[in-house]
């Protein structure tokens, strides 16, 4: 079967969400960091066993305050990705209640939390020791320079909205 899911990359500016699309989208690292204005879309097909998911991939401008959001930007989403910087305790600290304002706005949806920027930990034990530190455990910890787990992010938020799709 043949699906088309709208999904949404939010977090704070900077985590690299733009960066995570591309590594997904192109398999490539855009090495000159621009910032999103407003909201761009892409698409990629996902093939699962039996599904094909043709995800229309909304990269919000990052927002500090997901409040600030505008929530036209969040219609019809059937799932989202939200994206802390390891390297930033700032954009993790608040995760609980910014998860709980998205799960307010798009109650339906689903989530897959990624904490990107991997490559830029030093060693597994600093990487456990910031993990400890982050109030819900991520999804994935993801890096758009090397590609790893970018794709897992796609897929594993692919699977949970099929499957949900389907017990309806």
């Known amino acids: 079967m043949e699906i088309s899911k709208k999904v949404a990359i939010l977090g704070s500016h900077a985590v690299g969400k733009t960066s995570l699309i591309s590594r997904f989208v192109e398999q490539k690292f855009p090495e000159k960091y621009l910032t999103t204005i407003g909201l761009k879309v892409d698409k990629k097909t996902v093939k699962l066993d039996k599904d094909v998911v043709d995800l229309v ?16 930007y969040l219609n019809g989403c059937s ?6 910087d390891l390297t930033r305790p700032s954009t993790y600290e608040n995760i609980q209640s910014q998860l709980l304002m998205l799960r307010g706005i798009l109650r339906d949806a689903e989530v897959v939390i990624a904490a990107n920027k991997v490559d ?23 890096s758009a320079k090397t590609g790893e787990h970018v794709d897992d992010i796609f897929h594993k938020l692919a699977e949970k909205m099929i499957s949900v799709h389907e017990s309806r």
């Open 79 to 84: 799932g989202y990705i939200f994206v802390v």
């Open 120 to 142: 830029l930990i030093e060693s597994e034990e600093e990487q456990q020791e910031i993990l400890h530190n982050i109030s819900i455990t991520p999804d994935f910890c993801t």
């Open 57 to 72: 991939i909304w990269d919000i401008a990052g927002q500090d305050e997901i409040a600030s959001i505008p929530h036209y």
